[in-house]
């Protein structure tokens, strides 16, 4: 009872609360994601792509070429290994790592 107690008056203070095995596995989860290698302009791209635009539409979004776009998405599908073995959806995957991260 003592520990939840602590706990709300921390919160109530604007603290945040996490128990340390939550924050244990978070940073295990991010430890060695793909991710981590794209360039911010591949973030930026990749994240249009999980809210679904086309190349055309992140082009538009960016100011860039949809060439641009086309080499960008392929330098990500690269990074993040989504080779076209076996996936039906290379964007999809791409997107879902982006989420996970």
């Given at each position: 009872?003592?520990?939840i107690l602590l706990a709300l008056q921390q919160v109530r203070a604007g603290q945040t609360v996490l128990d340390r095995s939550i924050v244990d596995t978070?940073?295990?989860?991010?430890?060695?994601?793909?991710?981590d290698d794209l360039t911010?302009?591949?973030?930026?791209?990749?994240?249009f792509l999980t809210h679904?635009?086309?190349?055309r539409g992140i082009a538009a979004e960016l100011s860039l070429s949809v060439k641009d776009i086309e080499r960008y998405i392929t330098t990500i599908f690269r990074k993040l290994k989504l080779d076209n073995g076996g996936r039906p959806d290379r964007r999809?995957?791409?997107?879902?790592?982006?989420q996970r991260a």
């Open positions: 009872m003592e520990t978070l940073v295990r989860r991010h430890e060695g994601l793909l991710i911010i302009r591949e973030l930026g791209v990749l994240e679904g635009l086309s190349n999809v995957s791409a997107a879902l790592a982006f």
